[in-house]
C-alpha cells in the first residue's frame, strides 16, 4: 500500500515549556566531583532513566557508548544522590524487577578488561553490587546492550563477544539475578542489541558488521533458534510493545515499523524528521532510549529540520496521528514517563545536561500525520 500523508498545522514553538527538574544543578560538574570521570564536553548526559515510585534512576554516561571512560548510577527525588560510578563507558541498559535495580554493563573499562562483561544489581538501600566473572559470568563479553526479564526469574542479556578472533552477537541468561551467567545462543556475527518477548516468542535486534544496519529476529524456543522477523534495515532504538502491536525504528530513524503476527505495517515520518538525535559524525548510530509507553500513549523524542533542528517530545494513540507536547533546541536523549508524577521526564546533553519535563503534558502542539504502508 503506498504511503498515505495527510497535512495538519505545524506549530513550532518557543523553547520554554520544557522545565527543569532542578533548574541551578550543574550535573556535569557534580558528575566529575562524585564520579572522578571527565565526561566529553559534547555528550555527556543522562542515556537511561527508569522511574520507580517517588524515584528516578538515572544512568549518566560521560558520552556514547565505547567513547570515554566513566558512567555513574544516580538517585533523584527532591534531591539528586549519587550511588556509585560504574567501570563502563557509558549505560544505556536499566530495568526494574520488583525490588531490585538490573543495570547492564555497556563497555567494561577503568580497569575492567574484556575477558568478562559486568553486570550490576542495586536493592535500596544499597550498596551497588557488581558481578563480573571470566568463567562463570559474561564471560568474552564486550558490551551488553539489552536486558529482559522473563517469567520464572530468568534474566535475559543481548550480548557482544569476542572470542578471538571472531565476534559474535548473543543470547545470554541467569537464573541467580545476574551472578551467574549461560550462553543460550550465538545470534550474529557482530552484535545483538535488544531481546524482548512478544506474543510468547523472544526477539531480538541484531547485525553482522560493524556499521551495519540491524535486523529483528525471532525465536519460538526461548532463544534456541532465530528465524527473520524484518529484514528491513533498523536502528538499535528500543524495541517497545504498543498497542499490542511489536515496534522497531528503520536505520534512517525516518519511519516506525509496527508488528502484528506476521503483519507489518510502516509509518513513514513527515520530511526531515527523526526519531532522536540524527548524529552527522557517527550516521550510523541512534541512541537508544527514545520511545515510551503508558497507558494508551506512546511518547517519542522527534527532531525535526536540517542545520539547527528542534527537538520535540510527542506522543500517538494510533501511530497515525501525533501530538507534541513540548520543544527544545537542546538535543535530546533518553524518555520515560514518571507515573507518580503523572509527566514525561527527558534528558538532554552537553555542558548543560539535564532532565526535563512539559510544564503542561496535557497542552499540544498540531503536527502533520505521518505516512503509512504495509
Not at 201 to 217: G, Q, R, S, T
Not at 275 to 296: F, K, R
Not at 322 to 330: I, P, S
Amino acid at each position: 500500500v503506498a504511503p498515505t500523508q495527510v497535512q495538519v498545522q505545524w506549530d513550532a514553538t518557543t523553547d520554554d515549556i520544557l522545565f527543569p527538574l532542578f533548574p541551578q544543578f550543574d550535573w556535569l560538574n557534580w558528575y566529575v566531583a562524585e564520579s572522578g570521570y571527565l565526561p566529553s564536553q559534547a555528550f555527556f548526559g543522562p542515556y537511561v532513566i527508569v522511574p520507580v515510585g517517588d524515584v528516578l534512576y538515572v544512568g549518566l554516561g560521560s558520552a556514547r557508548p565505547a567513547e570515554m571512560d566513566g558512567a555513574l548510577l544516580a538517585q533523584v527525588d527532591e534531591t539528586v544522590t549519587a550511588v556509585s560510578p560504574l567501570t563502563e563507558q557509558g549505560v544505556h541498559e536499566m530495568i526494574w524487577v520488583t525490588d531490585t535495580l538490573h543495570i547492564a554493563g555497556s563497555d567494561p573499562c577503568c580497569p575492567d578488561d574484556w575477558s568478562a562483561g559486568n553486570h550490576y544489581t542495586y536493592t535500596p538501600p544499597g550498596p551497588l553490587l557488581k558481578h563480573r566473572d571470566a568463567q562463570n559470568g559474561l564471560a568474552h563479553v564486550l558490551h551488553t546492550w539489552g536486558l529482559w526479564m522473563d517469567a520464572g526469574n530468568v534474566l535475559y542479556a543481548a550480548v557482544s563477544a569476542e572470542v578471538t578472533p571472531l565476534q559474535y552477537g548473543r543470547l545470554m541468561r541467569s537464573f541467580d539475578e545476574g551472578v551467574t551467567w549461560e550462553l543460550v545462543s550465538n545470534v550474529s556475527n557482530y552484535r545483538v542489541y535488544d531481546v524482548f518477548r512478544f506474543d510468547e516468542m523472544l526477539y531480538v535486534l541484531a547485525n553482522d558488521a560493524h556499521l551495519m544496519p540491524l535486523y529483528l529476529l525471532r525465536s519460538p524456543n526461548d532463544g534456541s533458534s532465530w528465524e527473520v522477523a524484518l529484514a528491513e534495515p533498523l536502528q538499535r532504538i528500543r524495541i517497545v510493545n504498543f498497542a499490542g502491536q511489536l515496534l522497531v525504528v528503520s536505520f534512517a530513524q525516518d519511519a516506525l515499523y509496527a508488528l502484528s503476527g506476521d503483519d507489518v505495517t510502516r509509518y513513514d515520518l513527515p520530511a526531515e524528521t527523526h526519531i532522536g538525535v540524527s548524529y552527522t559524525d557517527e550516521p550510523q548510530y541512534s541512541d537508544y532510549n527514545l520511545l515510551a509507553v503508558y497507558g494508551d500513549w506512546l511518547y517519542a523524542i522527534w527532531e525535526v529540520g536540517g542545520d539547527r533542528p528542534l527537538y520535540y517530545v510527542v506522543r500517538t494513540q494510533d501511530l497515525l496521528h501525533w501530538e507534541g507536547v513540548a520543544v527544545t533546541e537542546r538535543p535530546l536523549i533518553a524518555i520515560t514517563y514518571w507515573p507518580q508524577r503523572e509527566t514525561i521526564v527527558v534528558g538532554s546533553s552537553g555542558t548543560a545536561a539535564n532532565l526535563w519535563r512539559p510544564l503542561r503534558l496535557n497542552d499540544k502542539l498540531y503536527l502533520p500525520l505521518i505516512g503509512k504502508s504495509s
